[in-house]
């Protein structure tokens, strides 16, 4: 089974550009995650989409966004860039409430998309 | 979703076993312990999860005591690919709510 992709791996942008990535998740897995991380703050998640809806949200601020497709792929979209969004971003998908209790809610990750604002 | 606690950073020497402890002091019923292994600007794998008592697959061993506030990932006779950030996740496997807390992570250094 392919893993989760994510392109572009990296990505040069400047000040108030917007920027949009791509994650294609494991076949089969419904739920796509979305994280930032940051040397300053580490990992820190953003928005779950499942089903084509978000069902869970972070503390960022609305410039970040997101949407799922009805093949479960997903794109992340962040406006007007800044400086301190300069990170390294992660998409994970699982499939929640399948497989045995013990395996539930194990996320596998991309190789991420690394973003540098200038 | 609980919080943890775990060591900024560990050494070990190539083939000694490592163990990393996780504290999580008020784990809830319904939570499942997970560890993570991530490689610089990669993103994290998952090595193990558990309930309780003890997982063996064949990567690690998770170390669950009875009451749950803690537990202990154990990687036999590392190797200098095994440098890496260790991190130890608590949440309920409900399946609804896939938001994950990573906290800082255990930075485990291998040297020859």
């Known amino acids: 089974k392919a893993g989760v992709t994510q392109t572009p791996r990296y990505l040069i942008k400047t000040r108030g550009q917007q920027v949009t990535l791509s994650c294609s998740p494991i076949s089969g897995h419904r739920s796509v995650s979305w994280y930032q991380q940051t040397p300053g703050q580490g990992l820190q998640f953003l928005f779950e989409?499942?089903?084509?809806?978000?069902?869970n949200k972070g503390n960022f601020p609305g410039r970040f966004s997101g949407r799922q497709f009805s093949n479960s792929r997903s794109e992340m979209n962040v406006s007007t860039l800044e400086l301190g969004d300069s990170a390294l971003y992660l998409c994970?998908?699982?499939?929640?409430?399948?497989?045995?209790?013990?395996?539930?809610?194990?996320?596998?990750f991309g190789a991420g998309t690394r973003l540098s604002v200038l | 979703l609980a919080k943890t606690t775990q060591p900024i950073s560990m050494d070990s020497y190539e083939g000694q076993e490592v163990n990393i402890t996780c504290s999580h002091n008020n784990i809830a019923t319904n939570d499942y312990i997970t560890w993570y292994q991530q490689f610089p600007s990669q993103g994290p794998r998952f090595i193990i999860q558990?309930?309780?008592t003890k997982v063996t697959n064949e990567v690690a061993s998770l170390f669950i005591p009875a009451d749950r506030k803690s537990s202990t990932l154990s990687l036999p006779r590392v190797s200098l690919s095994d440098t890496a950030v260790y991190y130890c996740?608590?949440?309920?496997?409900?399946?609804?709510?896939?938001?994950?807390?990573f906290g800082t992570g255990t930075r485990l250094q291998v040297t020859l």
């Open positions: 994970a998908s699982s499939n929640p409430g399948t497989g045995n209790r013990i395996s539930k809610n194990i996320q596998y």
């Open positions: 996740l608590v949440g309920d496997g409900t399946g609804t709510a896939s938001k994950l807390t």
């Open positions: 989409y499942f089903s084509e809806t978000q069902r």
């Open positions: 558990g309930y309780k």
